[in-house]
């Protein structure tokens, strides 16, 4: 019968990922807003607190909470640290609060209520025993003027005095209270976390020489002004590991490779080392450090390549037989997926009876490219190892380093990137390289924002990579790349293209046996060294510089959770925006989806909703164009040319003055 008279009742307290079981996520000095359903029986006043500390406090932080809408409550607080944060929140009947509604609607009813005063001159007793020094002193003074003569004549300003207000509330009458029954875990990430601007390049094709030589990391040096130069602030590099020979594979992944083929990068593992040393051909260790050290130099973090398999001449094979898996005939189980065969590559056994070394030991991989200097972490096909190794390796790395982002490269079933997410991964690829349609995008990123899912997984979109060359752009032509490019860059606040394929618009694909393309590049860098003419005519650097440069310029557009979608009426254009909280800054994109043709629709912007009012006339900068329009109402017309440009970003500039100041806009 106890529980009985536990009257209050919290529900639904977000962000809450599986009850607890993983933490949510959000970056250093985010506000993170903190909500519950808090509700009781009949008509009593609640109150509520937010408690919230860093993991291993011993004190809570009590931040009250605030009634929104139908018993919805909610308050904020801001994580200053990186790491794992807690909350949780409390509420109970606040006896001093429904006091005060019911004396006051008497009041109001020309009611008699010295009785009532009295009630609440106890109360206001009690709340002086709770208190101390002058707030005890200043509760019973209150206390007797409740008593008071004029109080009972003139009740309304003893009632609703403020500094009696204050007093109560620092010392609440916490007798009813009930606590939410868990405490939820919030991992503060890097902004880098959350806001990054990827490039990917394999540094053997970086020499500048032609025909082609093996790059090294100094050509990669050499490459880094290009790159800063169009506004990257994160290089990603393939595997920069020994790469093995037994059944290395030929240009364009043909089963036997001919005199002087590299390889691909995936096959780990030779007689000069495995996943802790560097392909002797690229450089010494300290290249590399001198690379990760020039490279921040402009701004940039080297993210590196983490595949965990091996090549049948990696070290492992021959010191560690049983952390693969044997076949009947005595020989190694290479990787498969039918009716493909990958017979340069061994993946791990990771359910065989010495997990527990294997785990040490790649755990010790990641902590020795820690230990040099690198901080991100792009993981080749995570989704086909053991899902709680990664929980476990993840939280062991970030338990010394915080700062670390880890990048899910899993192009999987969307309940298995879910769950990568939780157990810790920053970052992962997303299905947006397949999403062309507008139902597509709109409905898989309403998903991605819309929903819980946002607290936990943050996308990174790719319209490319050395695997994927999707049929939009082997079909779209240049159009294409500069539409999926921008689209990248706006719908999230991370996005990465495998260049310099990409801005020099290779969309070649490989005929797979007569059969339709597939997505394969032809002369794939994956299996050879290529030469790249970064100064072509027909490169779109230049946009890939000014959507770069947006980016930085405009704080929507590096968050991912404020995207919306508006409504159009045609079919190939898609228009959304993202503003900051306080709308002090405000972007809207409007696609055309098709690449081939110029489309034109009406759009309807709730512009009252972003602090616009709609009787006045406001500007619209298209930062891509610069050109400038004034748009009056509601619906407004576009029409955009993809063969001029597919994708218009607009700032939307408020007016500030009257007509007579009529080219000021802030």
């Not at 130099?297 to 983490?306: N, P, R």
Request: proline share 8%.
């Amino acid at each position: 019968m106890t529980d009985i008279i536990k009257r209050v009742v919290i529900e639904n307290v977000t962000p809450n990922v599986d009850g607890g079981r993983f933490p949510a996520r959000r970056v250093v000095n985010d506000t993170v807003v903190v909500t519950a359903d808090i509700f009781v029986d009949g008509h009593d006043r609640l109150s509520a607190r937010l408690l919230h500390r860093k993991a291993g406090a011993n004190h809570w932080e009590k931040t009250p909470m605030q009634p929104q809408v139908n018993d919805l409550w909610q308050a904020v607080f801001i994580p200053c640290e990186l790491g794992i944060y807690e909350y949780t929140v409390t509420a109970w009947i606040d006896r001093f609060e429904t006091w005060r509604s019911q004396i006051e609607k008497k009041i109001d009813d020309d009611q008699a209520v010295a009785v009532e005063l009295m009630e609440g001159a106890a109360m206001v007793t009690e709340a002086a025993g709770r208190a101390q020094n002058e707030d005890a002193e200043q509760l019973h003074l209150l206390a007797g003027r409740l008593l008071s003569e004029e109080a009972v004549e003139q009740p309304t300003a003893f009632v609703q005095d403020t500094t009696l207000s204050l007093l109560m509330a620092r010392y609440p009458d916490t007798g009813t209270q009930i606590d939410y029954p868990k405490i939820l875990p919030l991992r503060i990430e890097p902004h880098k976390a959350l806001y990054s601007t990827w490039y990917e390049m394999f540094p053997r094709s970086c020499a500048d020489t032609d025909p082609p030589s093996h790059g090294t990391f100094k050509d990669c040096i050499k490459r880094l002004p290009y790159i800063a130069g169009m506004g990257f602030d994160v290089l990603y590099l393939p595997p920069i590991h020994p790469i093995g020979p037994s059944h290395r594979k030929g240009k364009n992944n043909a089963i036997l490779a001919g005199p002087g083929d590299p390889g691909s990068p995936w096959a780990i593992g030779s007689k000069e080392g495995g996943h802790k040393d560097i392909h002797p051909e690229l450089g010494t260790l300290a290249d590399f450090r001198d690379l990760l050290a020039k490279a921040r130099e402009y701004g940039i973090d080297i993210a590196l390549d983490m595949a965990f398999q091996c090549s049948p001449d990696h070290p492992y094979v021959s010191d560690h037989p049983e952390w693969f898996h044997s076949r009947p005939d005595g020989t190694i189980q290479y990787a498969e997926n039918p009716p493909k065969k990958y017979q340069d590559i061994y993946p791990f056994a990771f359910d065989c009876a010495h997990y527990d070394s294997l785990g040490r030991e790649l755990l010790d991989v990641v902590q020795y490219w820690i230990d040099q200097g690198v901080r991100i972490f792009r993981v080749d096909n995570p989704h086909t190892k053991p899902l709680r190794f990664w929980e476990w390796l993840i939280a062991a790395c970030k338990e010394q380093n915080p700062e670390i982002i880890f990048l899910a490269e899993a192009f999987t079933r969307p309940k298995t990137m879910y769950r990568l997410a939780k157990g810790g991964f920053t970052q992962s690829y997303t299905y947006f390289t397949w999403r062309n349609l507008k139902w597509e995008i709109q409905n898989y990123f309403d998903t991605l924002t819309r929903t819980s899912v946002k607290d936990f997984f943050w996308p990174n979109l790719w319209p490319n990579t050395p695997d994927i060359l999707p049929e939009f752009l082997q079909l779209g032509g240049r159009p294409a790349f500069i539409l999926r490019l921008m689209l990248a860059a706006t719908l999230s606040s991370s996005y990465g293209i495998y260049g310099p394929a990409f801005e020099l618009c290779v969309n070649k694909p490989l005929p797979p046996n007569g059969e339709a393309y597939g997505e394969e590049y032809m002369d794939s860098e994956k299996f050879e060294i290529a030469h790249w003419d970064l100064n072509a005519s027909h490169t779109i650097r230049p946009f890939i510089t000014r959507i770069n440069r947006i980016r930085r310029e405009n704080p929507a557009l590096q968050q991912t959770r404020n995207l919306i979608f508006h409504p159009v009426d045609k079919e190939e254009m898609l228009c959304f925006s993202k503003y900051t909280d306080d709308f002090s800054n405000i972007i809207f994109v409007a696609a055309n989806l098709d690449p081939h043709h110029a489309h034109s629709a009406w759009v309807r912007l709730p512009f009252e909703e972003m602090g616009i009012p709609i009787e006045k006339s406001f500007q619209m900068h298209d930062l891509v164009s610069d050109a400038r329009y004034l748009w009056h109402e509601d619906y407004n017309f576009l029409e955009i040319d993809p063969q001029v440009v597919p994708v218009q970003v607009f700032r939307i500039r408020r007016r500030m003055r009257t007509e007579n100041d009529f080219d000021y806009f802030m």
